[in-house]
């Protein structure tokens, strides 16, 4: 078999696939794994109810039904869910947007290969452009998507010690540089695998720098505001027609159904949506059509704020006190819980490199993710990147408290504690 660059690089080993791979074997095949590792949210009794509702809705109106599996929706995504969408938008938070500010996509990891090629890589004219991304680690999930190497430019952050084990990431906008190869710059917030939430006065800061440059900023609001609102700090959501803010149903807990919203401006929505159509006709209707009855009332807010939000800050916090509790002896320290699903702990003196610690940890059915994959092309010659971990809270609490007992004994045994 003679496979083109492309079906080489999309083939080769990458950390996005061993995670999905470890996924997906540790809930397929082994029950026995004390799973940490994926961004699989956690399975909520009352937002399952409310999904159920909304398919039962379809289900009893034949012709809906017949609509919904038997029709491609148009190539930006069901019309219905975008006005109401943009409707919500407005209402919330002031935005002047319309359905043609939004497109949908299937999950927003497939939104984000559109955008990222969109705007990096090769030019007409011959030359490159990149993408910035201005403080790393970052979502792993972005790291395979160009079509050409070299894609990113990253940034390293200040670290800021909150306390003896607390930590948190700030931008260094001192070494900051937006050369003429940066075609766009792009955050997630919450931050994926930090739980990391910049402020409003760093999101700000790269609105302007952005614009200041003709650029865009992507934000990645796949665990923000309004929904799902996983995010445990005051934190004001930000769009105008120089932001692509992107967002998923998924971690409102529905991974299953495939969809990524993006909002940005109409010329850039009617790109997506072109590309959509080439590369998938549509995007798949499920999603909006679930999530369509939930935007009426606001029902969509309040479940995120009032079910979804609490249920993950009450998680995180037992989760901490587990670390506390059993880590207590070992240099460490864990970024600020500040929203998503997962803690980031630093071990600052790891005789042995994260990745293997993880494959220490997976022998003894723990499943972590090393830190080293959100680090770019920052891991060979920075100490920090060898020595963070990633562990999701968003499964049930015993088996994250067996899984951080189990990991404290592995820590403590290979520093002879
Ligand atoms: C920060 C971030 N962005 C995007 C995604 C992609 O989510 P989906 O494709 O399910 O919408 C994820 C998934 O874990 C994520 O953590």
Redesign the pocket.
Known sequence: MKLSKFGKKFSRHSGIVQLMDDLGSAMAENDEMLMLGG?NPSHIKEIQDLFQHQLQDIVDDRPRLDALLGNYDGPAGEINFRKGLADLFKEQFAWDITAENICLTN???SG?FTLMNMFGGENEDGSKSKILLPLIPE?I?YTDQGLSEEFFVTVRPKIEMLDDHTFKYRVDFDSLEITDDIAAICV?RPT?PTGNVMTDDEIEQLAILAQKHDIPLII?N?YGLPFPDIIFVDAKPLWHENIILCM?L?KLGL?GVRT?IVVASDKIVKAIGDINSILSLSPGSWGANIAKGLLEDGEIIRMSHEVIRPYYHSKALKALEVIKREFDGLDYAVHKPEGALFLWVWFKDLPISSYELYERLKKKNVLIVSGHYFFFDQVEDWDHSQKCIRMTYSMDESVVEEAITIMAKELKALQGK
Request: avoid cysteine; hydrophobic fraction near 15%.
């Open positions: 961004g999950g927003s990891q984000f979502y999930g997630s994926n990645d796949a998923s998924s991974p990524g």
